[in-house]
């Protein structure tokens, strides 16, 4: 018969549970000490616990394109949107979709909250459209141009090449063009492809020899030209109706604003480039000339776009040179071209720091493919999310306490190291919440803090399941440390799948949910995964340790491991046979 081998570990043996404990240590170290290299050494709270602002969208299709309202449209719109409100540094704001045509954006209280509320509300199509007439704000009954032919308000900016070529700022006068030539202008410029000269006021009819009849206008430009004289940009209605059910292939008429509170009304023509075909904008300062400017850059098919317009534009008398930079239905910008642009090119004029990088971001970002209304703006305060996160906290402290004390009065000594693991597991989550905030912008809102809590319960269910198969082996006769090593293959068979369980049903629920529910679908997730970290790196190489030491291994009554109160069988001995007599001699 063989010898048994010396130094042969029993199935499910771990010889050297230092090293696992070891590692946990390290990594527990690495983290902590990462989260205070980090500088942020609490969780990034949401919305519902720091407060701020809860904005709400609902889509709106152009006349005749209804079905441009899809998950497709919607998604660029959710990605178009965070990436502007982020543009200003608010990094914490969360962009989502609610059913199929609203969008909610949440804004946590903080650095440039108020001008990322003002720029969500922005959310129409841009485009670039040339003017083809420009008048003050009020209605006139009979268009004529000011004695100055220049309206009170401040320059517009103007357009340039990024090359720096000298350019003249715009003025923003009424048209030049006399009661009598205005009409007329107006509709050659509206039945023109492009921008075409207008009469100025020096202009006479020329005699021919026979009388030339003056065309009329068609229905839709009439009722173009009356709409513009009729506006009142004065009006907060008057201008947020004024392009409304426009196509970007067909003129129109908007307001824009010049100055604080001073404002002017433009008749526009056909979109000639759209928000698309931007690739980069931004506000910038220009050391050379000491001011405030904005940058664009286009793309390719953008450039000969722009290049096309402004070769067009640059030809053209004040104020058919300009093009109209129009946002949510609102000019924003009407600068005047003195010569041809291509990829790049600059806006200049009256801006100051924050009003630059304003347009630079609205140019950047701007761009949505639905209109957007705005359904509702809502202020979360503090103190609301703060009570219920404390009735939260309480509420998870009274289970923990009550887990506590069933594992103290249930399993005795055993509850140390339930304890002790329950208090790395914390540990862990708090330190990887607080470093996968400025990481991946995970944010700790209510339910996130309930999946925290439900997770209690998965953690102390394996150290049941471990506690259970131990003293299962113990019962059927066995001393403590075989038990501890028999019972591991059977547990952690268990509590893989039980939390293979949970982590799929977490996954499922991140995948199939939007907004807060993903919180607590992420948290729930990664509890488990270090539940299993925790049990196998901690829990199962402390009970190793402590099956050694004489108040485990003896099976002291308040270990939680005595035999006589678990019930166990005498020792297991094997049964052998009788065997004859064997003479030494023979042998």
Same mark, same amino acid.
């Given at each position: 018969?063989?010898?048994?081998?010396?130094?042969?570990?029993?199935?499910?043996?771990?010889?050297?549970?230092?090293?696992?404990?070891?590692?946990?240590?390290?990594?527990?170290?690495?983290?902590?000490?990462?989260?205070?290299?980090?500088?942020?050494?609490?969780?990034?709270?949401?919305?519902?616990?720091?407060?701020?602002?809860?904005?709400?969208?609902?889509?709106?299709?152009?006349?005749?394109?209804?079905?441009?309202?899809?998950?497709?449209?919607?998604?660029?719109?959710?990605?178009?949107?965070?990436?502007?409100?982020?543009?200003?540094?608010?990094?914490?704001?969360?962009?989502?979709?609610?059913?199929?045509?609203?969008?909610?954006?949440?804004?946590?209280?903080?650095?440039?909250?108020?001008?990322?509320?003002?720029?969500?509300?922005?959310?129409?199509?841009?485009?670039?459209?040339?003017?083809?007439?420009? /008048?003050?704000?009020?209605?006139?009954? !009979? $268009? &004529?141009? @000011? +004695?100055?032919?220049?309206? %009170?308000?401040? =320059? #517009?900016? *103007?357009?340039?090449?990024?090359?720096?070529?000298?350019?003249?700022?715009?003025?923003?006068?009424?048209?030049?063009?006399?009661?009598?030539?205005?009409?007329? /202008?107006?509709?050659?410029?509206?039945? !023109? $492809? &492009?921008? @075409? +000269?207008?009469?100025?006021? %020096?202009?006479? =009819? #020329?005699? *021919?020899?026979?009388?030339?009849?003056?065309?009329?206008?068609?229905?839709?430009?009439?009722?173009?030209?009356?709409?513009?004289?009729?506006?009142?940009?004065?009006?907060?209605?008057?201008?947020?109706? !004024?392009?409304?059910?426009?196509?970007?292939?067909?003129?129109?008429?908007?307001?824009?604003?010049?100055?604080?509170?001073?404002?002017?009304?433009?008749?526009?023509?056909?979109?000639?480039?759209?928000?698309?075909?931007?690739?980069?904008?931004?506000?910038?300062?220009?050391?050379?000339?000491?001011?405030?400017?904005?940058?664009?850059?286009?793309?390719?098919?953008?450039?000969?776009?722009?290049?096309?317009?402004?070769?067009?534009?640059?030809?053209?008398?004040?104020?058919?040179?300009?093009?109209?930079?129009?946002?949510?239905?609102?000019?924003?910008?009407?600068?005047?071209?003195?010569?041809?642009?291509?990829?790049?090119?600059?806006?200049?004029?009256?801006?100051?720091?924050?009003?630059?990088?304003?347009?630079?971001?609205?140019?950047?970002?701007?761009?949505?493919?639905?209109?957007?209304?705005?359904?509702?703006?809502?202020?979360?305060?503090?103190?609301?999310?703060?009570?219920?996160?404390?009735?939260?906290?309480?509420?998870?402290?009274?289970?923990?306490?009550?887990?506590?004390?069933?594992?103290?009065?249930?399993?005795?000594?055993?509850?140390?190291?339930?304890?002790?693991?329950?208090?790395?597991?914390?540990?862990?989550?708090?330190?990887?919440?607080?470093?996968?905030?400025?990481?991946?912008?995970?944010?700790?809102?209510?339910?996130?803090?309930?999946?925290?809590?439900?997770?209690?319960?998965?953690?102390?269910?394996?150290?049941?399941?471990?506690?259970?198969?131990?003293?299962?082996?113990?019962?059927?006769?066995?001393?403590?440390?075989?038990?501890?090593?028999?019972?591991?293959?059977?547990?952690?068979?268990?509590?893989?799948?039980?939390?293979?369980?949970?982590?799929?049903?977490?996954?499922?629920?991140?995948?199939?949910?939007?907004?807060?529910?993903?919180?607590?679908?992420?948290?729930?997730?990664?509890?488990?995964?270090?539940?299993?970290?925790?049990?196998?790196?901690?829990?199962?190489?402390?009970?190793?340790?402590?099956?050694?030491?004489?108040?485990?291994?003896?099976?002291?009554?308040?270990s939680g491991l005595d035999p006589k109160r678990l019930g166990a069988k005498p020792p297991l001995r094997r049964t052998r046979r009788p065997h004859a007599p064997v003479d030494m001699k023979e042998a």
């Open positions: 018969m063989a010898a048994p081998k010396k130094g042969r570990r029993p199935a499910g043996g771990q010889s050297r549970p230092g090293r696992a404990l070891a590692f946990i240590l390290i990594a527990m170290v690495a983290l902590t000490g990462g989260m205070f290299w980090s500088g942020h050494t609490t969780p990034r709270l949401g919305i519902d616990l720091a407060g701020g602002t809860s904005i709400t969208l609902k889509a709106k299709a152009e006349p005749g394109q209804e079905s441009a309202v899809n998950e497709t449209n919607m998604n660029t719109a959710v990605g178009i949107i965070e990436r502007r409100v982020n543009g200003l540094g608010v990094s914490e704001a969360e962009v989502q979709t609610q059913g199929a045509e609203n969008i909610v954006v949440n804004i946590p209280r903080g650095t440039n909250e108020k001008q990322a509320r003002e720029q969500v509300g922005t959310t129409a199509q841009l485009y670039f459209r040339p003017v083809l007439a420009v /008048a003050p704000a009020a209605p006139q009954t !009979a $268009p &004529s141009a @000011t +004695p100055s032919g220049k309206p %009170s308000g401040a =320059p #517009k900016p *103007t357009a340039s090449a990024s090359s720096g070529a000298t350019v003249g700022e715009k003025k923003p006068a009424t048209p030049t063009a006399t009661a009598s030539t205005q009409g007329r /202008a107006l509709t050659e410029a509206l039945k !023109a $492809p &492009s921008p @075409t +000269p207008t009469a100025s006021s %020096s202009e006479k =009819p #020329k005699a *021919t020899g026979t009388p030339q009849a003056t065309p009329k206008p068609d229905p839709a430009t009439a009722a173009l030209e009356q709409k513009f004289t009729a506006l009142n940009c004065l009006d907060p209605k008057a201008r947020a109706a !004024a392009g409304q059910g426009v196509k970007s292939s067909e003129p129109t008429v908007a307001c824009g604003e010049d100055a604080p509170g001073v404002w002017s009304k433009y008749l526009l023509g056909p979109a000639e480039v759209s928000g698309k075909d931007v690739d980069d904008a931004k506000g910038v300062f220009d050391q050379r000339r000491g001011m405030w400017i904005v940058t664009m850059d286009f793309t390719d098919s953008g450039s000969k776009k722009f290049q096309s317009i402004t070769s067009k534009l640059s030809q053209q008398a004040d104020p058919q040179n300009r093009f109209a930079i129009v946002l949510d239905g609102d000019v924003v910008s009407a600068p005047s071209v003195r010569q041809t642009l291509s990829a790049s090119a600059e806006i200049s004029g009256s801006f100051n720091q924050q009003t630059a990088q304003d347009l630079g971001n609205i140019l950047s970002y701007g761009a949505l493919p639905l209109t957007f209304q705005t359904q509702s703006v809502d202020t979360v305060t503090a103190a609301l999310g703060g009570d219920q996160l404390q009735a939260g906290l309480l509420a998870g402290a009274i289970g923990l306490g009550l887990v506590i004390i069933y594992l103290v009065a249930y399993y005795r000594g055993l509850s140390l190291i339930a304890i002790l693991s329950l208090g790395v597991s914390a540990l862990l989550t708090y330190v990887l919440m607080a470093l996968l905030g400025p990481a991946i912008g995970f944010a700790l809102n209510l339910p996130a803090v309930c999946g925290a809590i439900v997770a209690i319960g998965i953690t102390a269910d394996s150290f049941i399941v471990y506690f259970e198969r131990i003293r299962d082996e113990l019962r059927e006769g066995r001393t403590l440390r075989p038990a501890v090593e028999r019972a591991w293959p059977r547990a952690r068979r268990t509590i893989l799948v039980s939390d293979f369980v949970s982590f799929l049903a977490a996954a499922v629920l991140f995948l199939v949910t939007v907004g807060k529910v993903q919180g607590f679908a992420f948290t729930l997730g990664l509890t488990t995964l270090l539940d299993i970290v925790v049990v196998f790196l901690f829990t199962k190489p402390v009970m190793t340790l402590l099956a050694r030491t004489k108040f485990f291994g003896n099976g002291h009554k308040w």
